[in-house]
């Protein structure tokens, strides 16, 4: 769907009827797994629809989602991936992201 220049999400959507987050929660569902983590899944792309306001499951899959989104060198079209700050600060952690951000660098460099 590259050629087309559309999102994987939105070919997903269109080839499958669903986006890989909404199957990825459902499963979670049918499995039984905690309701955290089927919230984490559901709305690491848009935590701000949460009802959550301290650090949870979908606060770590959200900033991880974004800073792995953030080390492509060519992301794929539609595919651009940016922090809910709002949702941050309202869950206390905004002003941890930068150290976050560095240790994962760190991390990197030192494989």
Do not use: C
């Not at 800073?67 to 905004?94: I, M, N, R």
């Amino acid at each position: 769907m590259v050629q087309e220049n559309i999102s994987q999400a939105d070919a997903g959507k269109t080839i499958f009827g669903a986006s890989h987050t909404s199957v990825a929660a459902y499963l979670f569902s049918l499995w039984g797994l905690a309701s955290p983590m089927v919230e984490a899944v559901a709305l690491h792309q848009k935590p701000g629809e949460s009802e959550t306001r301290s650090f949870s499951p979908l606060t770590a899959v959200h900033v991880a989602h974004v800073f792995s989104a953030e080390l492509v060198s060519d992301p794929t079209p539609g595919t651009h991936a940016e922090l809910d700050l709002g949702y941050l600060k309202a869950v206390g952690v905004d002003s941890e992201i930068e150290e976050w951000r560095r240790e994962v660098k760190e991390m990197l460099a030192n494989g």
